[in-house]
């Protein structure tokens, strides 16, 4: 077999799965997106640009999701950094092990039941009763963007904790002596030793995190109790409810672009962070 | 502290399984209060593997039948007799509309070998040639003769039978009464509407479905259940988007915080009213004095069903009077079947809340098919659910 022939072999079930699962179906979403509803509901074949016209009636689900995806991914970010510096830097490798498999465990389960342990955690008998037993009374928890936020973030933080730390367990840690035995402080060797070597693993969770939210629907529909809506809610609606396809197919591919264009720009900014410092390396 | 009864204790889930397994309370109250129903819904149904063998099989109808239905909807000791006298296993999807429904069997390929459409729907699946006509020499237990008419005649378009009857019932609104303060039950969907954004203000579901919904939101200016009025739909759209913000969930999944007490009020249907108000009688149900919504559901087998032996042999199993009997104690939901309810108690039959008096009755509409179908009010509760 010629190396080209070979090359051709092993792209092959990638690219005819790339093709039969995304491109054909995001084509027919595409020429749907220009058609209309039929009288029972679906699709009828058309050209019109209504559906697109149509947009500003889901402001608020892009609204919302645009605002709740970047601050979920940043929320999980934050706890998931400590988690991930923790258990690659500081862990004694004897629980690094177990500590790690603690934080796969949930995965086991559907997220839909772990969503649901959540509203009895939020709901008036969890947290609110605790918090009016010391005297803070009647807060509201559950199906408020809060209530949301909180379960994207339990949802998602293994995605942001792994990436991370692979690539703070990677690190060299004579690096880190290096820098401090030329006098930096602990500190200082963090903000520009160990933080600038994790950008990539920050960068994958960020991204893997913040792709996934974009579409997210089941969270904000179980601990929003319909009221916090993303693009993901409105598209379940348009199909499943209103049996709008060509208006759904609309608002579906406008989640693609503002995705497509949200991502680049981000992988711009990271390309950019990326580039300002040199692969460092002892070897 | 709202008042305790809703969660379970570790020891009383011991006591209820204890009566369980002593058999002195059925399988759906002890799923019911110690809130494992949800999860063996969802968990047991995927699997029929795990499922006993069936001792013997009586016929050969295949080893499943796939059955669409609404949330607490049915008997699961009937499913297993079934199991046990056919050999076929019930696969159960729970769905929460009819739109939704509609929209799996538009879509095709549902797998689907039963499912319990509602009387509007029932021309719209005919029109688009989704359902089958039913051949009644399969189905022996069902008496035409033996249903009220007028929850059993949606079943035929242009006399020929395509669906036979379910249950019926109302869509009211069941309200938290010790949470009033003394003032007296609501009696109106007006004061539905009003008490949503005072009183309990943060603590009202409506439900996520456009018919009842929307349906009731009309009823608060007095317009019809099924009005597409453009102006009429306009105002129960003002009148929605002010509740909005002081409705505790737009959800039809509604038997759990009402009763964990983090919702006060719901609109409810007939069986989750009655399920409720047993376990919780400070829970009373309501039907609007405006009026609201009857409904009847039907059984049909969708087009191209892969079981569809197994399919007429569940129908017919259901329709058989003592198995519809036990399906109407577990679940609540009247049954408009005269030889079933000669089988049902007393107290049962005149209970206000199953079989309300005439006059509430008489104030109710059947949904149309136009009001399932109408874009507009489709539109307007996603809208209303994404403002």
């Known amino acids: ?283 | 502290m709202t008042k305790d009864n809703g969660t379970i204790s570790k020891q009383k889930f011991m006591e209820e399984l204890r009566r369980y397994q002593k058999g002195s309370v059925t399988r759906r109250h002890f799923l019911g209060v110690t809130g494992l129903g949800m999860a063996t819904a969802v968990l047991g149904t995927a699997m029929p593997g795990l499922r006993p063998r069936p001792a013997f099989a009586a016929g050969d109808i295949g080893d499943r039948v796939i059955l669409a239905t609404w949330p607490n909807y049915h008997d699961e000791m009937n499913f297993e007799a079934f199991t046990e006298a056919t050999g076929a296993h019930v696969q159960v999807n729970v769905f929460g509309s009819n739109e939704e429904m509609l929209a799996k069997l538009q879509a095709g390929g549902s797998g689907w070998d039963v499912f319990v459409p509602t009387n509007y729907t029932i021309t719209t699946y005919v029109g688009e040639d989704l359902i089958i006509p039913l051949d009644t020499s399969k189905l022996p237990n069902y008496d035409a003769g033996s249903f009220e008419q007028r929850f059993s005649d949606a079943g035929s378009v242009d006399g020929q039978l395509y669906a036979v009857p379910k249950n019926w019932g109302t869509t009211g609104f069941a309200v938290n009464t010790s949470k009033l303060d003394g003032a007296p039950t609501p009696t109106t969907w007006k004061e539905f509407w009003d008490l949503t954004m005072e009183g309990y203000s943060g603590r009202t579901m409506v439900h996520d479905y456009q018919l009842t919904t929307i349906g009731n939101a009309l009823k608060y200016f007095g317009y019809s259940f099924n009005s597409v009025d453009e102006k009429e739909l306009a105002d129960a759209e003002k009148l929605l988007l002010d509740a909005k913000p002081h409705l505790f969930a737009i959800s039809s999944d509604y038997q759990p915080p009402m009763r964990n007490g983090d919702a006060w009020m719901t609109m409810c249907w007939t069986g989750d009213g009655k399920q409720m108000n047993v376990d919780m009688p400070e829970i009373a149900y309501v039907l609007g004095a405006e009026g609201g919504e009857l409904w009847s559901d039907y059984y049909a087998i969708p087009k191209g069903a892969p079981h569809m032996d197994a399919a007429y042999a569940l129908i017919d199993f259901l329709l058989n009077p003592e198995v519809n009997a036990k399906e109407v104690l577990a679940h609540g939901y009247p049954s408009a079947d005269a030889r079933t309810n000669a089988l049902l108690p007393k107290e049962l039959l005149e209970d206000p809340i199953l079989y309300p008096a005439a006059d509430l009755l008489n104030a109710l509409e059947f949904g149309a098919a136009a009001t399932l179908t109408d874009p507009n009010r489709a539109e307007l509760l996603a809208r209303f659910k994404s403002a």
């Open chain 1, 1 to 283: 077999m010629t190396k080209r022939g070979r090359k051709a072999l092993l792209l092959a079930p990638a690219g005819i799965w790339l093709l039969v699962m995304l491109a054909l179906p995001l084509l027919v979403v595409f020429v749907f997106s220009f058609g209309e509803r039929g009288a029972a509901g679906g699709y009828v074949p058309a050209f019109t640009l209504e559906q697109y016209a149509n947009l500003p009636a889901r402001w608020t689900a892009f609204k919302n999701t645009l605002i709740l995806a970047p601050l979920g991914t940043i929320a999980a970010l934050v706890i998931a950094y400590p988690l991930a510096y923790f258990l690659a830097v500081r862990c004694s490798p004897k629980w690094k092990t177990s500590l790690l498999i603690l934080v796969i465990v949930p995965f086991w389960t559907s997220i839909l039941i772990r969503s649901y342990a959540w509203i009895f955690i939020l709901g008036g008998r969890g947290l609110p009763a605790l918090l009016e037993s010391i005297g803070i009374d009647d807060v509201r928890l559950i199906n408020t963007p809060f209530a949301v936020l909180v379960g994207i973030v339990y949802g998602y933080l293994p995605l942001m904790v792994f990436p991370i730390f692979v690539s703070l367990d990677k690190l060299d840690k004579r690096l880190l002596e290096a820098s401090a035995d030329l006098g930096s402080t602990p500190w200082r060797t963090f903000r520009q030793v160990t933080l600038p070597l994790s950008v990539p693993g920050i960068a994958t969770g960020c991204m893997l995190v913040f792709i996934l939210l974009m579409g997210e629907f089941l969270i904000p529909a179980i601990l929003g109790g319909g009221k916090v809506f993303f693009v993901g809610n409105a598209l379940v609606d348009l199909f499943l409810q209103s049996r709008n396809w060509a208006y759904g197919s609309a608002v579906a591919m406008t989640l693609v672009v503002v995705m497509l264009v949200t991502v680049s720009i981000y992988m711009k900014f990271i390309s950019r962070l990326g580039g300002q410092r040199e692969d460092v390396s002892l070897m």
